[in-house]
């Protein structure tokens, strides 16, 4: 019963992400406001059904139903009650259908937040949320779902992770990365619709930096709680010692404080523009990234879903949206500034331009360092 109903709220809700995006690329195209309105509604229907197919799971978890794929997979009658509650984000199939339900309130939130004040962006805007909502939506329906049914149900379950049993942390820090990176969809999404629309105003600006600073909070209170937790439990002797999955969500926040501040220049000399969205554009990128590392296998370590087979599906889906965001910088950046306006503008910021990216690669090394000399050095931490 839990498992159908499950299904039915999933498959519900890839039908509305997708038909809301459709809808909404279309009213945008033909400037309609009805249209742009029903993509809306769309919208709103998507983000209740995830978030009501999550209370079910945690129902599930908490009864606990072992006919139901997940619970059986992660599920135990002799775990306290908030265990059972945050073995939801414990294993991959949950994680995912946690992630639909912090896309779903920021859709809501979103949503509302943008109500009618910006006409001109609001279909694009739709498009590209619920076009990342089909893919996530996608992989709970498929490759990923929790709600398979199990035809001849246990009456005990292995329950969670051990290692994810012994510290309170683990109510807190998977939630907080999870607002820092599912947050970042709704900032990418402004700023594709700036760049699609060709308009970054004045008014808009300071939407944009507010959208881009929430997610910027949970990401920095994700990666230093994170910081906490593996210094105490790990015992590595300095917060991740590079460990290149949870540097992985160190990546993005790089880019998304620069984005932060080259959002101010923007909003106090109407410069840099095109390189504040680039930005915005390039830390969404690097969330789908980080995911990717966590959840391909490609790298060993005790935070990554090593047994998952979707890491390819999201190479895929970081590859389409990597081909999305060059192809809309390349055809729609000169509309937001003009070319020899752009060049005065920014030719004095140059250093800033130049060592971004020099971070970024120091960091990229240090992520990586370790991976490919453990092997020569005998070290198993990850």
Excluded at 32 to 52: E, K, N, P, T, Y
Excluded at 159 to 179: D, S
Excluded at 309 to 326: E, M
Aim: charged share 10%.
């Amino acid at each position: 019963m839990i498992a159908t109903l499950g299904q039915s709220l999933i498959l519900g809700a890839l039908v509305c992400t997708g038909a809301g995006s459709i809808l909404a690329f279309v009213a945008a195209a033909k400037r309609s406001q009805d249209g742009a309105m029903w993509a809306r509604r769309a919208a709103q229907v998507f983000a209740v059904l995830l978030i009501l197919a999550n209370i079910l799971m945690v129902y599930a978890l908490l009864v606990p139903d072992f006919s139901v794929g997940y619970v059986a997979k992660v599920g135990s009658t002799k775990v306290p009650t908030w265990v059972a509650v945050v073995s939801l984000w414990s294993s991959l199939e949950g994680s995912i259908l946690f992630w639909g339900a912090m896309l779903g309130v920021y859709v809501l939130v979103s949503v509302h937040d943008l109500g009618d004040h910006h006409p001109e962006h609001l279909p694009y805007f739709l498009g590209v949320l619920l076009a990342c909502g089909v893919f996530f939506t996608f992989l709970l329906a498929g490759p990923a779902n929790p709600f398979t049914a199990v035809p001849n149900p246990m009456t005990e379950g292995p329950g969670p992770n051990p290692l994810l049993q012994n510290h309170v942390l683990m109510i807190i820090h998977p939630p907080m990365l999870y607002g820092g990176y599912v947050g970042m969809t709704v900032p990418f999404a402004l700023a594709m619709a700036a760049l699609l629309a060709g308009n970054l105003g004045a008014d808009f600006v300071p939407r944009l930096r507010r959208w881009l600073m929430i997610p910027w909070i949970f990401l920095t209170g994700g990666i230093v709680l994170g910081g906490w937790w593996a210094y105490e439990v790990l015992g590595w002797g300095g917060y991740w010692d590079w460990d290149p999955v949870e540097n992985a969500s160190f990546f993005p926040w790089l880019t998304a404080t620069a984005a932060l501040h080259s959002v101010i220049v923007v909003q106090r000399r109407g410069s840099l523009k095109i390189w504040s969205v680039t930005l915005i554009l390039v830390s969404f990128l690097l969330t789908i990234l980080g995911t990717f590392m966590t959840r391909s296998g490609v790298f060993n370590s005790v935070h990554s879903f090593t047994q998952s087979d979707i890491g390819p599906t999201f190479l895929i889906f970081l590859a389409i949206c990597f081909v999305a965001v060059i192809l809309a910088l390349a055809a729609r950046m000169d509309r937001l500034e003009g070319g020899a306006e752009r060049s005065r503008r920014q030719k004095p910021r140059s250093d800033v331009l130049t060592q971004q990216p020099l971070v970024r690669l120091i960091h990229l090394y240090g992520g990586d360092r370790d991976r490919v000399s453990a092997p020569s050095r005998g070290d198993q931490r990850g």
